[in-house]
Nanobody, 122 residues
């Protein structure tokens, strides 16, 4: 059974940092696309950052470029999202996701975690 469990969310002041973690089981990172998505109240879900399983390329949403960094540890089957210089508009529920199909960028992945709340105060 595939499981994705996020951790590391919380309340932080603007300008601060958080690191999200996503522990995966039931599959291996090596052959899956992985990524982070977020959904703010009243808004559609958006891709934050994703790593392709076709060529290993990484993409970032325009609003987080230069501030967020995605990484993974294949040995631990864990992915991370380092978020620096956080802004109030980054407030959202953050989800990690994975997909076995070959692809590029962020799209509607197969498997999803439950989400972790990130709140940035001004």
């Amino acid at each position: 059974e595939v499981q994705l469990v996020e951790s590391g969310g919380g309340l932080v002041q603007a300008g601060g940092s958080l690191r999200l973690s996503c522990s995966a089981s039931g599959f291996t990172f090596d052959d899956h696309a992985i990524g982070w998505f977020r959904q703010a109240p009243g808004k559609e879900r958006e891709g934050v950052s994703c790593i392709s399983n076709s060529d290993g390329s990484t993409v970032y949403g325009d609003s987080v470029k230069g501030r967020f960094t995605i990484s993974k540890d294949n040995a631990k089957n864990t992915m991370y999202l380092q978020m620096n210089n956080l802004k109030p508009e980054d407030t959202a529920v953050y989800y990690c996701a994975a997909d076995s199909r070959l692809g590029y960028g962020c799209y509607d992945y197969e498997y999803w975690g439950q989400g972790t709340q990130v709140t940035v105060s001004s």
